[in-house]
């Protein structure tokens, strides 16, 4: 029973790290540089095929399988979805903040019709399956599996999180928050803001695109299905939830709503009879929808809410007794 | 190719402006692009095919089809109804959700973010009421008339296309000759100043969303008595309502109609040459050629 428990935590930890990695991404886009992509799910749509095409063994009667070790597939994974948000940051990150937003609700739009439709390459509405398991070796023993899958997507998460920590507090992550926080003051400075926001986008998308193939590696199965408008919310419901602009907040945001969501699933499925579940399950989707609104309205930090990163030559100041030099470089605040 | 794709994407068209007009007015009006737009045309379908069926349950007189059309006056009258509550529903959100933030005054991407949020709630409670099973005004059928040149249009079709012709030019009137349509337009050139001359700004946003939601209202009717009533039906006009919008320019009403034509007219042609399953990707391309091309949109100024 204690054993059945611990297989199953590990698969829920394992399920929301992997909407942590999506968090982290949109936490680079929206959280530090204010850029709004309603289209993740196309994103980690991307990912997850461009990984299942290179890893996944030959098929007769679908392009790719070219049978690739997992890591590379990951890696593929990132870099497709990378490229494909510099493309569509390219073209309109110049432009009005809610082009952007339009155009990534198109990515996601067309990414949908493209895997359900070029079924030579994405096997239509049926998905791909085989996809290799990371520790498939283990898979006779569903708590080493578990543990051991929960155990990579961990050090995945931890990786990452050290990354973009670094990077956050680097003088690039500074750049970024300077643009979000005052464009023109940015510009005066000699910073490129269209240059900085469109790095940031395309390694948030490259960021989604790993998420959506650490996903299909270890479910092991993708279909459309998946990846429809409600990722996009969820993901998004998270980093609020959790408080954009902080990676800590990402995580703990993914881990919270991932729960809730995966908990009122469970009741909708225990206290509903089975003609009933569709209706309920859109009840599910109506109180987070609503939650989202909420939190707008009331907290909108979110729960950890962002860190005021400062550049270490300032921290040094304050730390020293000239207080009134210090507080002249935080005034705004 | 065969001419009927005119028909088709003419009647697609008139649904896609209708909508894209309230589009264009809340982004130039209200400065934001509201994701929530869609769930006005599938909500102002559902209360009409509420209100059409309770009234025809008490009048069953109502029930009988009108002249050769497929629908009994129970459905205009409805319909009626249906543009006001929708209305309601805007203004209802209006206060309780954007309104609020407004007052905020945080950046213009909350509001996006918060009309996301919005669709997705709106669009569920359609679906835990009405279930996402397929709905009509009618059982009737109908049979096609042919007006020459091999095309075939059903009576619906054309109070379609001559409803929606009438109602754009009211539209047109109601913007260019009235004083509330003066200060609409004042409002998008400048809301400061606007103000500064005694316009009354609470005033025009309203105005914004009951126009706005009364036509995505009557597209949506459209849209269910022509096709099919179903909770997805907005969303699924989301990105056709966008790519208008932008392709014929923001706060441009003629634009956007115009605009709604072409995208209604590249999709039916495309659904001819290509296949209809690619049918929804056309107004991805269209939005990619114009933010590429010319982002101000055919009637927009500088994006």
Excluded at chain 1, 224 to 239: C, G, K, R, S
Excluded at chain 2, 166 to 175: C, E, P
Aim: net charge positive; with cysteine.
């Amino acid at each position: 029973m204690i054993l059945d428990l611990l297989a199953y935590g590990a698969f829920f930890l394992t399920m929301a790290l992997t909407y942590a990695i999506m968090c982290l991404g949109l936490n680079v886009q929206w959280g530090q540089t204010g850029l709004f992509n309603v289209g993740i799910a196309g994103f980690v749509a991307i990912g997850a095929y461009a990984s299942a095409l290179l890893t996944t063994p030959e098929t007769a009667g679908r392009i790719g399988g070219f049978g690739l070790p997992i890591a590379a597939g990951w890696f593929g994974g990132a870099l497709v979805a990378g490229v494909v948000a510099y493309l569509i940051g390219a073209l309109t990150i110049r432009l009005r903040a809610d082009y952007l937003a339009i155009a990534t609700f198109g990515v996601a739009v067309a990414v949908q019709l493209c895997v359900l439709n070029l079924e030579a390459l994405t096997g239509g509405a049926f998905g791909i399956g085989f996809i290799p398991r990371p520790f498939a070796e283990l898979a006779g023993n569903p708590l080493a599996f578990g543990l051991s899958n929960a155990g990579l997507l961990i050090a995945v998460v931890a990786l990452l999180y050290m990354a973009l920590e670094h990077l956050v507090r680097s003088p690039w992550g500074r750049v970024l928050r300077a643009i979000r926080e005052d464009e023109a003051a940015a510009q005066a400075l000699g910073k490129n803001p269209t240059r900085f926001r469109l790095q940031a986008f395309t390694i948030g998308g490259a960021i989604m695109g790993l998420a959506g193939a650490a996903q299909a590696h270890f479910i092991g199965f993708i279909a459309p299905d998946n990846y429809m408008p409600i990722l996009t919310f969820q993901v998004w419901a998270m980093l609020i939830v959790g408080g954009s602009g902080n990676n800590r907040g990402a995580i703990l945001g993914a881990v919270l709503v991932w729960g809730i969501w995966a908990s009122s699933a469970a009741a909708v499925s225990t206290f509903f009879a089975p003609e009933q579940q569709a209706r309920a399950a859109s009840l599910q989707i109506v109180m987070i929808g609503v939650g989202l609104c909420l939190i707008l309205l009331l907290r909108p930090r979110g729960i950890l809410g962002e860190v005021r990163n400062v550049s270490r030559h300032i921290r040094k100041i304050m730390k020293s007794d000239d207080a009134e030099l210090a507080s002249r470089f935080l005034s705004k605040d | 190719m065969n001419p009927q794709f005119l028909v088709d994407g003419l009647i697609a068209g008139s649904m896609i402006g209708l909508g894209a007009i309230g589009i264009t007015l809340t982004y130039s009006i209200l400065r934001f692009a509201n994701f929530a737009h869609g769930e006005f045309l599938s909500w102002g379908a559902y209360i009409a095919l509420a209100l059409s069926g309770a009234l025809g349950f008490l009048f069953s007189a109502l029930k009988t089809p009108v002249g050769p059309f497929s629908f009994g006056w129970s459905l205009p009258l409805a319909g009626i109804l249906a543009i006001l509550l929708t209305g309601m529903l805007a203004l209802l959100l209006d206060a309780i959700l954007f309104g609020r933030l407004r007052a905020q005054r945080g950046a213009v991407i909350i509001m996006v973010m918060a009309s996301f949020g919005a669709s997705l709630a709106l669009r569920s409670v359609l679906e835990f009421i009405f279930t996402s099973k397929p709905a009509y005004y009618t059982k009737a059928l109908q049979i096609a008339v042919n007006i020459g040149g091999g095309l075939r249009v059903t009576p619906d079709q054309m109070l379609a296309l001559a409803l929606t012709a009438v109602v754009v030019f009211a539209i047109h009137l109601l913007l260019t000759r009235t004083g509330i349509g003066r200060s609409m337009r004042a409002v998008s050139e400048n809301p400061a100043l606007a103000g500064v001359v005694g316009i009354d700004v609470r005033m025009v946003i309203r105005a914004v969303w009951i126009v706005g939601a009364g036509l995505a209202c009557i597209a949506g009717v459209m849209a269910g008595l022509l096709v099919q009533i179903r909770p997805y039906l907005g969303h699924d006009l989301l990105l056709p309502l966008f790519a208008a919008a932008i392709l014929g320019g923001i706060g441009s009403v003629p634009g956007a109609m115009l605009a709604g034509l072409i995208v209604g007219l590249s999709e039916a042609a495309a659904v001819q040459l290509i296949g209809a399953e690619w049918r929804a990707a056309i107004s991805f391309v269209i939005l990619v050629a114009v933010l590429l091309i010319r982002p101000r949109g055919l009637f927009g100024r500088q994006a």
